[in-house]
């Protein structure tokens, strides 16, 4: 089947300090992946997304690249911000899937000043 | 802001109560679903429409009851619910592609609290 892994957190940074939260996967078929990002009280918004090995999607300084050699799509950012604070999930969807998106657990981040 | 609305952002009912929530989107979509989601977990899939039928039941209790009026709106009916039933409930919608689900458009959730 299909499977998201992604880190344990919580994730405690500092203000500016540079962000990688790990995600590997496992898939029946040729994925499309996903990072999404939950601010507290609020439902999820897509953060970026690849759709092809060596894509890098990209959205507000965050990065991801579809790595299929070594089945990953790690989360980095170079200056992390305290309004970056939020859970984010890893997610896939396989081609032929029937709207099926599959979640990792989902990894809390909290930016202190 | 979204361009998925659900309506109420809160609701509490007792477990004898029946009420609905309700998601609507404008973006042309042919896809909805509906989600629920337990604190510090992601998402688990209930219920997919596509092209207004139901699609997906992820083997959902009859105490929800999903309608799709037309192609813009979902809603879920509750009956009967039980107190661990009480969790955010987050409507989404997506344009269908032949690559799987294409991306997401969530709401911003309806929390529900069973008495």
């Known amino acids: 089947g299909n499977s998201v892994t992604q880190m344990e957190g919580p994730v405690t940074l500092s203000e500016e300090a540079f962000l990688t939260i790990n995600c590997t996967y496992t898939a029946t078929g040729y994925p499309s992946l996903f990072w999404y990002v939950q601010y507290p009280g609020e439902g999820l918004q897509l953060l970026l997304k690849a759709t092809k090995a060596d894509d890098k999607g990209s959205n507000k300084g965050f990065e991801a690249t579809y790595r299929k050699e070594t089945t990953s799509f790690h989360l980095e950012k170079g200056s992390v911000q305290v309004s970056d604070s939020a859970v984010y999930f890893c997610?896939?969807?396989?081609?032929?899937?029937?709207?099926?998106?599959?979640f990792g657990k989902g990894t809390l981040l909290t930016v202190n000043p | 802001d979204t361009e998925v609305t659900q309506t109420p952002k809160h609701l509490v009912m007792g477990m004898t109560n029946k009420k609905s929530l309700k998601c609507e989107q404008h973006m042309g979509h042919r896809a909805m679903y509906w989600y629920k989601q337990k604190a510090k977990k992601p998402p688990e899939l209930m219920f997919v429409?596509?092209?207004?039928?139901?699609?997906i039941n992820e083997s959902v209790p009859s105490r929800f009851s999903p309608e799709c009026p037309n192609s813009s709106l979902l809603n879920l009916h509750l009956h009967a619910l039980q107190p661990e039933d009480s969790a955010l409930y987050l409507c989404?919608?997506?344009?269908?592609?032949?690559?799987?689900?294409?991306?997401?458009?969530f709401g911003e959730g309806s929390r529900l609290t069973v008495l």
């Open positions: 989404a919608s997506s344009q269908p592609t032949r690559g799987g689900t294409g991306e997401l458009f």
């Open positions: 997610a896939l969807s396989v081609w032929g899937s029937n709207y099926k998106l599959t």
């Open positions: 429409y596509s092209y207004e039928k139901l699609s």
